[in-house]
């Protein structure tokens, strides 16, 4: 229960503790102090991990590592909890678009933090993976960024990831990030991508992809890092203006402030649909790419019809 | 007290205690959308501020 002060609305203390609060959450309403804010994101993400079985023993993970603050939180929380399961280990991947005025700042935050963390970390570039950089293969197609570099990211990670030997991919998406996918699904009315799950079906063709902070919300991992002096003060995306993501993303935010718990119940909902939907009833039969043998629904994976869109 | 914007210092003549919400919705900040520290130090959006407070509103989205 949240301990506000119904003469100015505030709190002066953390429910919990009698510590000054950092933040206030809504769902149960609550103040939380430094220390009890960390404990709780901690605790939310050992216990999604357990529920679901994301992580088993030997694991060797690969945490998709941007250096933003979603993945930043990913490897420090992952870092701490790891050591309750029998010899895991974590290396961290980041993908070097070639963004200019963007990326340059967000590896060097990367390298910092797995520096501190004294974690393994390996770089893989798109010019590494197919000849150019993000910005040279966006010329003309700007408003095609998000999906071009979605594409490329996914190929360039899980290189990196077979190459470092990972059996899982944890990547930081947040609960924000989880409930926009929904809405922009069901807005798409693509009803497959809707349903399936993260490694559905995907056991005996990809790594496994885990998402340890998908109940955990983009503000609440802000704060986390922010009172460890861990946020990454980093400038945003130049393409992001590009995405329909941020228009879903302005939208079911306000929502979420009007009415709390909006986001947590859209998830909810797809997760119902879930239950009641055959995933390969409504998806293609995974078949192999005649080009390159990667796994993929047509005839040429995502991949490959890129490359040739894009003359490479 | 100073109001500090990612790209831009605001400063406010309040000599009552406001609290952060009201400012937030002044400057039509949504406050899922931002984290707010007082003097440095991470605070909540109810929490009252006055006089010479140095309120730093950082904004928590960029894309991955």
């Not at chain 1, 963004?99 to 010019?127: M, N, P, Q, W």
């Not at chain 1, 570099?149 to 991919?169: M, N, P, Q």
Request: a neutral charge.
């Amino acid at each position: 229960m949240s301990n506000g002060n119904p003469a100015n609305g505030g709190a002066e203390r953390c429910t919990l503790c009698a510590e000054p609060p950092v933040i206030r959450l809504r769902e149960p309403d609550r103040h939380l102090c430094a220390a009890h804010l960390i404990a709780d994101v901690e605790e939310r993400a050992a216990l999604m991990i357990r529920e679901r079985e994301l992580i088993k023993p030997h694991d060797r993970i690969a945490v998709a590592f941007s250096g933003g603050k979603d993945s930043t939180a990913l490897l420090v929380c992952l870092t701490r909890l790891l050591p309750a399961w029998e010899d895991v280990s974590l290396v961290a991947i980041t993908v070097d678009e070639g963004i200019a005025g963007y990326r340059d700042d967000t590896i060097r935050a990367a390298e910092e933090v797995t520096k501190k963390l004294r974690i393994e970390h390996v770089c893989i570039s798109f010019t590494d993976l197919i000849g150019d950089d993000l910005d040279t293969l966006l010329i003309g197609r700007e408003t095609q960024a998000c999906s071009v570099c979605g594409i490329l990211r996914r190929k360039a990670l899980s290189v990196a990831a077979h190459k470092a030997g990972a059996t899982r991919i944890a990547t930081g998406h947040n609960l924000d990030d989880e409930a926009q996918s929904v809405l922009m699904n069901t807005l798409r009315g693509d009803l497959s991508r809707l349903v399936r799950t993260s490694d559905a079906d995907s056991h005996d063709c990809f790594i496994p992809r885990i998402k340890p902070l998908a109940g955990i919300s983009e503000k609440e991992i802000a704060a986390y890092l922010f009172v460890q002096d861990m946020f990454p003060f980093l400038p945003e995306c130049p393409y992001t203006r590009h995405a329909m993501r941020l228009e879903v993303r302005t939208m079911l935010s306000a929502m979420e402030q009007k009415h709390p718990g909006t986001m947590r119940n859209l998830i909810k909902s797809k997760r119902a649909i879930e239950k009641h939907v055959n995933w390969r009833a409504v998806s293609e039969p995974l078949r192999r790419c005649r080009q390159c043998g990667d796994p993929c629904s047509g005839e040429l994976c995502q991949v490959c019809t890129l490359r040739k869109s894009l003359g490479k | 007290m100073k109001i500090i914007l990612s790209y831009s210092t605001i400063n406010i003549m309040q000599e009552d205690p406001v609290s952060i919400t009201s400012i937030l919705d002044k400057l039509t900040i949504n406050p899922s959308d931002v984290i707010v520290s007082r003097n440095g130090k991470l605070v909540p959006e109810d929490t009252l501020i006055s006089g010479d407070d140095e309120i730093r509103i950082i904004r928590i989205a960029h894309g991955g």
